[in-house]
């Protein structure tokens, strides 16, 4: 037997199967649309929801990261339920392999978006893909909130996984964010003939997230039966905040300067100073500095007040230097800077 655990429309499990029409129903991407279809069940109820509501406007999309013996066969699962389906399937293998300081997980959702990326100029099939859909689901979503308070993370970590999102020309949604996993799997057992497959890596509870779905999920609902939405809706409100919080950033960003001035962030509360130079640090350079990177670095801004004050901080994949005025930051090989301030490693 392969890793593949092929499920089907045999089982009956509790939930809301109406759900998922529900959710369907409410979504209204711009079309044509492209399924991200791992083949598991989650996307598998995502594929069959819109296949049938948007006939020949579907594209499956699937990524082969070639991380675990299972992939091949994860693929060829794909390919035949699309074949029966009749939906047009793009596979793209990718190397997911993390770049030094790189998250396994950020390196395989990079790797993931670049393929979806590609489908605006995809049109073998259809024409350019307006849109991407997911699906993740309540549980999921929850999920995702503890494990960010169990990192000490801000609003942006609780904030969790938006609903919907704009990269570059396409829109991407999770049209599933309000549907419990339990109301995806009583719906997927009402479609006959229907097949998803289970990653045996979900049961591997090193993985945080695993334990948190194993454990922690139960205990909740036993606990507060509508966790799911209490959740969902605290997720919602950090979101609100954390926009609120990035319109202050981006007037504060354009104040200090890009690079920005010393003079201009000593200026700053430590609050909106922490807050723009995260800022500056994401939007500008693509990377997120840790808790303690950001403080020491505060505290070095603190202490600028001569000239010969020197800054030179491990931040984020790279490094935060004083240049005359302003501070930089620059991804540049660790051996280099160490070379020049070994006191800072």
Same mark, same amino acid.
């Given at each position: 037997?392969?890793?593949?655990?092929?499920? /089907?429309?045999?089982? *009956?499990?509790?939930?809301?199967?109406?759900?998922?029409?529900?959710? %369907?129903?409410?979504?209204?991407?711009?079309?044509?649309?492209?399924?991200?279809?791992?083949?598991?069940?989650? *996307?598998?109820?995502?594929?069959?929801?819109?296949?049938?509501?948007?006939?020949?406007?579907?594209?499956?999309?699937?990524?082969?990261?070639?991380?675990?013996?299972?992939?091949? /066969?994860?693929?060829?699962?794909?390919?035949?339920?699309?074949?029966? %389906?009749?939906?047009?399937?793009?596979?793209?293998?990718?190397?997911?392999?993390?770049?030094?300081?790189?998250?396994?997980?950020? &390196?395989?959702?990079?790797?993931?978006?670049?393929?979806?990326?590609?489908?605006?100029?995809?049109?073998?099939?259809?024409?350019? %893909?307006?849109?991407?859909?997911?699906?993740?689901?309540?549980?999921?979503?929850?999920?995702?909130?503890?494990? &960010?308070?169990?990192?000490?993370?801000?609003?942006?970590?609780?904030?969790?996984?938006?609903?919907?999102?704009?990269?570059?020309?396409?829109?991407?949604?999770?049209?599933?964010?309000?549907?419990?996993?339990?109301d995806l799997r009583a719906w997927l057992a009402l479609q006959a003939g229907v097949a998803?497959?289970?990653?045996?890596?979900?049961?591997?509870?090193?993985?945080?997230?695993?334990?948190?779905?194993?454990?922690?999920?139960?205990?909740?609902?036993?606990?507060?039966?509508?966790?799911?939405?209490?959740?969902?809706?605290?997720?919602?409100?950090?979101?609100?905040?954390?926009?609120?919080?990035?319109?202050?950033?981006?007037?504060?960003?354009?104040?200090?300067?890009?690079?920005?001035?010393?003079?201009?962030?000593?200026?700053? *509360?430590?609050?909106?100073?922490?807050?723009?130079?995260?800022?500056?640090?994401?939007?500008?350079?693509?990377?997120?500095?840790?808790?303690?990177?950001?403080?020491?670095?505060?505290?070095?801004?603190?202490?600028?007040?001569?000239?010969?004050?020197?800054?030179?901080?491990?931040?984020?994949?790279?490094?935060?230097?004083?240049?005359?005025?302003?501070?930089?930051?620059?991804?540049?090989?660790?051996?280099?800077?160490?070379?020049?301030?070994?006191?800072?490693?």
């Open positions: 037997m392969s890793s593949i655990d092929a499920q /089907d429309s045999g089982r *009956s499990p509790a939930g809301d199967a109406a759900a998922v029409e529900r959710a %369907i129903a409410a979504f209204a991407p711009e079309l044509p649309l492209a399924i991200a279809y791992s083949g598991g069940a989650d *996307s598998t109820a995502l594929l069959l929801a819109c296949a049938a509501r948007w006939p020949g406007k579907l594209l499956a999309v699937h990524v082969n990261h070639a991380l675990q013996p299972a992939a091949a /066969d994860f693929e060829a699962h794909c390919r035949k339920v699309c074949a029966s %389906i009749g939906v047009p399937l793009h596979v793209e293998a990718v190397d997911a392999k993390p770049l030094p300081g790189e998250s396994p997980e950020a &390196a395989a959702r990079n790797a993931r978006y670049g393929c979806f990326d590609a489908l605006t100029q995809y049109g073998k099939a259809l024409s350019a %893909i307006k849109s991407v859909a997911f699906g993740h689901h309540a549980d999921d979503q929850v999920e995702t909130v503890l494990l &960010a308070l169990s990192r000490g993370a801000g609003l942006r970590g609780i904030a969790a996984m938006p609903a919907r999102w704009q990269r570059a020309s396409l829109a991407f949604h999770r049209p599933f964010l309000r549907v419990a996993r339990s998803w497959i289970e990653d045996p890596s979900n049961d591997e509870e090193h993985f945080t997230r695993n334990r948190i779905r194993g454990r922690l999920l139960p205990a909740l609902e036993t606990a507060f039966p509508a966790f799911r939405e209490t959740f969902a809706r605290s997720a919602r409100h950090a979101a609100e905040a954390q926009m609120v919080l990035e319109e202050i950033s981006t007037s504060d960003l354009a104040v200090v300067g890009v690079p920005p001035v010393i003079t201009r962030l000593q200026a700053l *509360s430590p609050g909106r100073q922490a807050l723009v130079l995260r800022h500056w640090l994401r939007v500008v350079h693509q990377t997120t500095p840790e808790a303690r990177q950001l403080a020491e670095l505060q505290s070095q801004i603190l202490r600028c007040t001569t000239k010969g004050h020197r800054i030179l901080i491990r931040v984020g994949v790279g490094f935060v230097q004083r240049e005359g005025d302003v501070i930089d930051w620059y991804n540049s090989a660790a051996s280099a800077v160490a070379a020049r301030a070994p006191e800072d490693f």
